[in-house]
T-cell receptor, first 116, second 114 residues
Framework: AQTVTQSQPEMSVQEAETVTLSCTYD???????LFWYKQPPSRQMILVIR??????QNATENRFSVNFQKAAKSFSLKISDSQLGDAAMYFC?????????????FGTGTRLQVTL | DGGITQSPKYLFRKEGQNVTLSCEQN?????MYWYRQDPGQGLRLIYY???????QKGDIAEGYSVSREKKESFPLTVTSAQKNPTAFYLC?????????????FGSGTQLSVL
């Protein structure tokens, strides 16, 4: 079974600084997808960024980028120029590419605090 | 506006009682999912459905039941067999296409035991 591990329960960053959230996963598959979701205090789940395992290039979305290390099974999220609105729970998630019953497996989350 | 609607926002269950959480979507998505969120444990999959009249157990299905009689609706029943039902429940759907498609989430239901 696939597992996703987020080893940092809480992280803190100053406004305008950069922070990196860690995620590792365990799988025997070679074709899969990885996601980072954000959950602010409203509890609404918001997709931040996604990465296809077959792509060597790291995904970027504005201030958000990933460092995808397939051999090490590592998928970290870097937030640049942190803003107060970035404060939230961040979940790493994995889905294998089965084409049909592809369920999403989540990590336990990292709570990010943004300070002035 | 298209989206996923979960109701109620808050729900209280008495011991021995079954309760049903509603999830409706007007996005025309085939796949729908139910997740449970506990503090410090992330989201865990309860049940999912790829198509009408078909559904599969997730990782923590015991004490729960679902139905998928209509494409738009995927209600979750928390039965009396679920001894620790207090949690935040999230419903999601996924558009057709590749597995890189994101999930669309509802706003959740907080279930508590009286």
């Amino acid at each position: 079974a696939q597992t996703v591990t987020q080893s940092q329960p809480e992280m803190s960053v100053q406004e305008a600084e950069t922070v990196t959230l860690s995620c590792t996963y365990d799988t025997s598959e070679s074709d899969y997808y990885l996601f980072w979701y954000k959950q602010p205090p409203s509890r609404q789940m918001i997709l931040v960024i996604r990465q296809e395992a077959y792509k060597q290039q790291n995904a970027t979305e504005n201030r958000f980028s990933v460092n995808f290390q397939k051999a090490a099974k590592s998928f970290s999220l870097k937030i640049s120029d942190s803003q107060l609105g970035d404060a939230a729970m961040y979940f790493c998630a994995y889905r294998r590419n089965t084409g049909t019953a592809s369920k999403l497996t989540f990590g336990t989350g990292t709570r990010l605090q943004v300070t002035l | 506006d298209g989206g996923i609607t979960q109701s109620p926002k808050y729900l209280f269950r008495k011991e021995g009682q079954n309760v049903t959480l509603s999830c409706e979507q007007n996005l025309n998505h085939d796949a729908m999912y139910w997740y449970r969120q506990d503090p410090g444990q992330g989201l865990r999959l309860i049940y999912y459905s790829q198509i009408v009249n078909d559904f599969q157990k997730g990782d923590i299905a015991e004490g729960y039941s679902v139905s998928r009689e209509k494409k738009e609706s995927f209600p979750l029943t928390v039965t009396s067999a679920q001894k620790n039902p207090t949690a935040f429940y999230l419903c999601a759907s996924r558009p057709p296409g590749g597995s890189n498609e994101k999930l669309f989430f509802g706003s959740g239901t907080q279930l508590s035991v009286l």
